[in-house]
């Protein structure tokens, strides 16, 4: 059965740094997106992406962040210098379908900046 | 804006032991509402969904029905297992949500003990 994939599973970095995590989405899959999970708090959206351009965003989504399809697989969300407050569970997502349905997610990435 | 709550946890269960988490929801409109779960290790997967009130939702023994009258979306099972111990969230997308973000709950954690 097809799945979503991330890597890594965990990333250590130093605040200030920047850091790139990585999703393989369904190969068939149009719609990506990054959402995250501060310990204990919500499950948060950040972005949408279809066609090549953010679709959608949130406040938390600031200059700080991008996201890019380098290629045909892969969906990168950088974190261009990472602060202590970035520290949290990192999920991409994609769907084929437009309209309100199923978001097939991937296993996360744990990011603790020190 | 659209907004998800949930019971807090853990939920600790004996196993065969009746199971309700409970969810209630803030939108305009008719959203669609779903169940994720979230097993130890691995990403959120869809449990089942609604799109419309008065819809059931079911699966692998999971139900859930979607009451516009109190906008919740409460998940039960008759006799949980084990292997039913994970974390659950509900979330929803709003009906004029043109690309599909998913707003959550907090999570409640479901421990079932032998």
């Known amino acids: 059965e097809p799945e979503v994939t991330q890597t890594p599973s965990h990333q250590v970095t130093q605040m200030g740094q920047e850091v790139i995590l990585r999703c393989v989405p369904i190969s068939n899959h149009l719609y990506f997106y990054w959402y995250r999970q501060i310990l204990g708090q919500k499950v948060e959206f950040l972005v949408s992406?279809?066609?090549?351009?953010?679709?959608?965003k949130s406040e938390i989504f600031d200059d700080q962040f991008s996201v890019e399809r380098p290629d045909g697989s892969n969906f990168t969300l950088k974190i261009r210098s990472t602060k202590l407050e970035d520290s949290a569970m990192y999920f991409c997502?994609?769907?084929?379908?437009?309209?309100?349905?199923?978001?097939?997610f991937g296993p996360g990435t744990r990011l603790t900046v020190l | 804006g659209n907004s998800v709550t949930q019971m807090e946890g853990p939920v600790t269960l004996s196993e065969e032991a009746f199971l309700t988490i409970n969810c209630t929801y803030t939108a305009t409109g008719y959203p669609s509402i779903f169940w994720y779960v979230q097993y130890p290790g691995e990403g959120l997967q869809l449990l089942l969904k609604?799109?419309?009130?008065?819809d059931k939702g079911s699966n692998k023994g999971f139900e859930a029905t979607y009451r516009k009258e109190t906008t919740s979306f409460h998940l039960e099972k008759g006799s949980v297992q084990v292997s039913d111990s994970a974390v659950y969230f509900c979330a929803l997308i709003g009906e004029n949500t043109g690309f599909q973000k998913l707003v959550f709950g907090t999570g409640t954690r479901l421990l079932v003990s032998p």
């Open positions: 992406f279809y066609n090549n351009e953010i679709s959608e």
């Open positions: 609604a799109t419309k009130a008065d």
């Open positions: 997502a994609s769907t084929g379908l437009a309209g309100r349905n199923e978001q097939f």
